[in-house]
């Protein structure tokens, strides 16, 4: 199950109290006061681990409490500090406080770490009060309480290209097709119900992550479809590739059906509006080359596309131009190597 939202409260462990006592040695006839400290108390760590790829683990569980520090001891010895408690949650996860939502951390690469919420000091043992005036102290400090947070995760996947489209734009075959990702595929709209990430391997050194984000329709900024629930997720990406179905079998128009696509990313968010967009054509393999060359240029015109912004021709169904479409992914999100070919001819 997919889950990219949860609630929990954090707590941190208290600090122990120090301790009241005296030394009684045979040969020390006077003694004095001999209390440890109380021991520190454990903090909340968060830290992203990429071998786990949802929140799933927080719905059930909602408090989280790391432990407390050890009351001091006799013979002037610390308690033991209470251990950390170390929450693992997904890269890209984004912590916000509940109260305040304010955002506290955002856990994207792999490995972060963070201390959410502190552990409480220890108290002072009766050592510590010893004075001229007050040589057999009979108090210590108590612990100081650790720190408590209720907190609001929200997960936003990471990947390179998100693929967005209508529902059946073909983009779960696509994702099939062009990496190890086994993505639910049927002929009715909404298959896929959560997103999909998939790692395409160019060659042996070039690798890129896809996110395949469930359809979107009309209204999906303000919540209709699943649009609203995972557009959040296309954010993370460093582009877009946007798949048009070229032969609909609704009898829509490709261009449109575009436009509304784009318009729906721009209301939720302009700065997603503005990420790199590659146009890919799928299901060109139900088109003969006539109708496929009227079909295309006709899109082109409508949406007034140049010569920078070449249309890739693919049918996700049959591999047709998915090779293509990496190359361009790759070239996309680093402009400044032309060709991976290039590069190892210069080597």
Not at 170 to 197: E, H, M, R, V, W
Not at 246 to 270: H, Q, T, V, W
Not at 310 to 338: D, F, I, N
Request: charged letters at 25%; hydrophobic letters at 35%; proline letters at 6%.
């Amino acid at each position: 199950m997919f889950i990219d939202e949860a609630e929990i409260t954090v707590q941190a462990g208290n600090g122990g109290p120090g301790c009241v006592s005296f030394r009684r040695e045979k040969y020390i006839p006077k003694g004095g006061p001999a209390g440890g400290d109380g021991g520190r108390g454990g903090d909340v760590v968060m830290v992203a681990d990429e071998n786990i790829n949802t929140l799933f683990d927080f719905s059930g569980q909602h408090h989280w409490n790391a432990q407390s520090g050890e009351p001091g001891r006799g013979k002037q010895q610390y308690g033991l500090t209470g251990q950390d408690l170390i929450i693992r949650v997904p890269p890209g996860t984004l912590v916000y406080d509940h109260a305040t939502h304010e955002l506290v951390v955002d856990l994207s690469p792999n490995g972060a770490k963070f201390v959410i919420a502190k552990g409480g000091k220890g108290g002072f043992g009766n050592e510590h009060y010893k004075s001229p005036t007050n040589q057999a102290p009979k108090s210590a400090g108590p612990g100081e309480p650790g720190e408590r947070r209720r907190l609001k995760l929200e997960l936003k996947l990471i990947a390179d290209i998100g693929i967005v489209g209508l529902p059946n734009a073909g983009k779960s075959t696509l994702l099939s097709a062009i990496s190890d990702a086994k993505p639910k595929i049927a002929n009715y709209p909404f298959t896929t119900l959560a997103p999909q990430l998939g790692i395409a391997a160019l060659d042996g050194q070039r690798r890129l992550v896809f996110a395949d984000i469930p359809g979107l329709i009309e209204g999906a900024a303000e919540g209709a479809g699943l649009g609203h629930e995972f557009l959040r997720h296309v954010e993370r990406t460093k582009a877009i590739v946007h798949l048009v179905d070229i032969a609909p079998n609704d009898g829509s128009d490709p261009a449109e059906n575009y436009r509304m696509i784009r318009g729906e990313l721009a209301k939720y968010s302009l700065v997603l509006a503005e990420k790199p967009e590659i146009i890919a054509l799928n299901k060109v393999d139900l088109l003969d080359a006539e109708e496929l060359a009227e079909r295309a240029g006709a899109f082109s015109r409508t949406l007034k596309l140049g010569h920078s912004e070449p249309l890739v021709m693919l049918s996700a169904a049959t591999g047709q131009g998915t090779r293509e479409l990496l190359e361009r992914a790759w070239t996309t999100l680093r402009p400044k190597v032309e060709s991976w070919k290039a590069v190892e001819g210069t080597a």
